[in-house]
């Protein structure tokens, strides 16, 4: 059955005509600009630039491939594709990946992945592109028990209003907080029910895939319009236990009173916190380490080099001699005009 599942799951893939999430409700991008498109697959950003999506979405030239992302549109190369079978290779059909990007994507919140249990009766909301479309729809669908039921997936009913189709491949399964329980694998057609189930893969069979491959944190990479106090949510995906080491730059202050990560308490693999900011409105980091940092008031004019700009600046000559040549040459020229004038 999962061969099956899989091969359905590549003809979808290349579906041409391909809407998103048929029958969808649409939803406005700005919400999710954690989630991309690539030419055929949709995917969450997570830890900055890394993009989560199903293992058969990758292709053999990581180059080859590009995302979209939902709030801007920009498209960014894939500079890496690590599949589970790549880190793993138990035989077990997790179809799961994780693509690397040169640079971080620009995103003010994140989406939290939790490995917490996915069970029946359960409700998830599966947001994605599907085919080529620009639209980011959704649709929400109740987990429902089977007899095949396997282990390392999940299914859900396809047959009602807001069906997944080719290009949904690696999208998102939300929980009720809207966390990340699972991501899109295909649709599995049973004869003897004469139903189509959608099956997603649960993140807790491969949660330490992700934490090997990320070992970071997850956290939003640009916030503006920061006057006064923020709240910013972040997510530990480190393959182990660590503590705050928060410093700032700029117009940026920690409420370590306040925030939860600078508690003298560890931090565990999957774990979510809060920084609590103060900013004057002008431009600064948060950085969680030295090399993951959050950009606050990116597009913030800087006032002191403002008022620089429109001073007037004195025109200094330290050069005596070009400043008596240029004299010179205005009463040469003016001397020539009134002799020109004269011969007239």
Known sequence: MPNKTYLLSLTLLFSTNALAIKNGQPVNNNNYQSIIHSQYCTGTILGGRWILTAQHCSTK?????????SHDKKTTSVSQQINYSDWN?????IDAALWRLPHNIAINHITIITPSPVKAGQDVTIVGYGGTGNQLNKTTHRIIARSDYQEYAISLNNNYQGKTVGGDSGAPYLDK?????AIHKGVQFQPNLQSNFAIGTKVSTFKDFVLDTIN????PTNINNVIGSKTITVQSLHNDVIQDQATTTGDVNIDFNNSSCSSNDLISPYDTCTYVITSHGQRGTLNLSPTE???INNTAIDKDK??????EQPIINTDNKSGGGSIGIFIFTLISLIAFKRRK
Do not use: M, R
């Open 293 to 295: 940092s959050i950009i």
């Open 306 to 311: 403002d008022k620089d700009k429109d001073k």
């Open 89 to 93: 290779n138990d035989g077990i059909d």
């Open 177 to 181: 907080n809207n966390h990340l329980v």
């Open 216 to 219: 970071g944190w997850n956290y």
């Open 61 to 69: 030239n990581d180059t080859y491939t590009q995302i979209i992302t």
